[in-house]
């Protein structure tokens, strides 16, 4: 079994900037691509980065120049920059992750999520 753990979420100014960070533990041999959603009250789940094991990343256009997600394959741990938040990235954030076990087995898994607020 693999869990995901992200921290770093809180309470940030309109403007500011906020780091949540996302870990894999157990059963973890490999982890291709690593990715951060979130989702707002009634709102669906929304993509918004990912990263491949060897360091590509994609976008969603509503945080393309502002978020800035990146890894530390070592720690097995995924981390999104957020600057210049927005109101409206209110959310709670999850990050995803596709990981092989030991016997190389492939499954994705969701965190828990983390509570990003931004305040006007």
């Known amino acids: 079994q693999v869990q995901l753990v992200e921290s770093g979420g809180g309470l940030v100014q309109a403007g500011g900037s906020l780091r949540v960070s996302c870990v894999a533990s157990?059963?973890?041999?490999?982890?291709?691509?690593m990715g951060w959603y979130r989702q707002a009250p009634g709102k669906q789940r929304e993509f918004l980065a990912n990263i491949t094991s060897g360091g590509g990343t994609n976008y969603a256009d509503s945080v393309k120049g502002r978020f800035t997600i990146s890894r530390d394959s070592a720690k097995n741990t995924v981390y999104l920059q957020m600057n210049s938040l927005k109101p409206e990235d209110t959310a709670v954030y999850y990050c995803?992750?596709?990981?092989?076990?030991?016997?190389?087995?492939?499954?994705?898994?969701w965190g828990q999520g983390t509570q990003v607020t931004v305040s006007s």
């Open positions: 995803d992750a596709d990981v092989f076990n030991y016997i190389l087995q492939l499954t994705h898994y």
């Open positions: 157990g059963s973890v041999f490999k982890i291709n691509t």
